[in-house]
């Protein structure tokens, strides 16, 4: 197992966790995390559910600080009693809306010969993972998009469609968004796990 720091393309640090069969290299794993589920330890770091809850209530307690005092500044509490409540809501409905759907480690397995799966990991500890069979897998390859003010780079998986629009692209963390240097390690690893085996069909 290797844990390697690298960045997003918000600047956020992200780890990179590669996990690989050495001695037949049919095998990788790799975990792309964000930095607030990250732990540190003595033993090393690991992702603890827990932690990553704990860091967003205490960012949910610090901004319900500010707002009491903006509002007992603005006299709020002189309002009526169902505007405050109504409030409340809102700001408790955003807090448990951001909470769930924020992602904490978007994973890829490449296994040679069996297929590819994706898995998407939420703080609520909810998992969406997708399979991909070794025959419709043509390739893992480097794409760039560019808008008005950068070129971003990403991962996709080439697969075979069954449209004549030939091949379909199926773009890999796009919750995380790692910096090219982190997807070339992904990318290098990768295509050791795709060139053992040979009778990968190509296009």
């Not at 808008?147 to 963390?173: A, I």
């Not at 050791?192 to 085996?197: D, I, M, P, T, Y």
Request: charged share 15%; hydrophobic share 40%; proline share 3%.
């Amino acid at each position: 197992m290797t844990d390697v720091a690298y960045e997003s393309v918000s600047g956020t640090i992200y780890l990179v966790e590669r996990s690989q069969n050495c001695s037949s290299k049919r095998y990788s794993e790799f975990t792309v995390r964000t930095k607030s589920s990250i732990h540190f330890n003595s033993g090393g770091l690991f992702t603890s559910f827990h932690q990553v809850l704990r860091h967003q209530l205490l960012k949910f307690f610090i901004i319900t600080s500010i707002l009491s005092v903006f509002y007992f500044y603005i006299r709020l509490h002189t309002w009526r009693l169902p505007w405050i409540l109504s409030l409340i809501m809102i700001q408790l409905i955003s807090f448990i809306f951001r909470t769930h759907r924020k992602v904490v480690s978007e994973t890829l397995l490449v296994v040679a010969g069996f297929g590819v799966q994706t898995t998407t990991t939420f703080l609520s500890g909810k998992q969406y993972t997708h399979f991909i069979p070794w025959s419709d897998l043509i390739d893992i390859i480097i794409a760039e998009a560019i808008t008005m003010q950068q070129v971003l780079f990403y991962m996709c998986l080439l697969v075979r469609s069954d449209s004549s629009e030939g091949p379909e692209l199926k773009p890999l963390f796009m919750h995380t968004w790692p910096r090219l240097p982190c997807l070339n390690y992904i990318y290098c690893k990768c295509q050791v796990v795709l060139a053992s085996s040979p009778e990968r069909s190509k296009l």
